[in-house]
């Protein structure tokens, strides 16, 4: 799983959590203040304030790693120039087509470091 990935998929968790869907929660029979805060964690208030900033905090932050993992991508070249019956064959060049440096970059290898996925 590549970091880019790994951002869509805790981007595609946060996004379907919220907002709350209070229908959704009724089918489980969960009240709203059951969801936002586990029994008894309501009266930590650091865990009440990362609970309701995970909301906004993951999307923005599961943005930023698919932005430069856009922004940081192994380039391609043509193998073989498009043909009159056929399409131009691409093969990766082993370079970074966002800074030109070996690939997977610094920058690649950092974000995949931290998410501790494959760079
Ligand atoms: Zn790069």
Request: aromatic share 8%; proline share 8%; net charge negative.
């Amino acid at each position: 799983m590549s970091a880019a990935q790994y951002a869509r998929e805790a981007l595609e968790r946060a996004e379907r959590a919220t907002p709350l869907d209070f229908a959704v929660m009724a089918n489980y029979a969960v009240t709203p203040a059951e969801v936002s805060v586990m029994p008894g964690l309501d009266r930590v208030p650091a865990v009440r304030d990362f609970l309701d900033a995970a909301r906004s905090d993951v999307p923005k932050l599961a943005r930023a790693v698919i932005a430069v993992e856009e922004l940081h991508r192994e380039s391609w070249h043509a193998e073989y120039p498009a043909g009159p019956l056929y399409p131009a064959q691409y093969e990766p060049d082993g370079y970074c087509a966002g800074c030109d440096e070996s690939w997977p970059c610094r920058t690649v290898r950092a974000l995949s470091d931290a998410l501790e996925v494959e760079a």
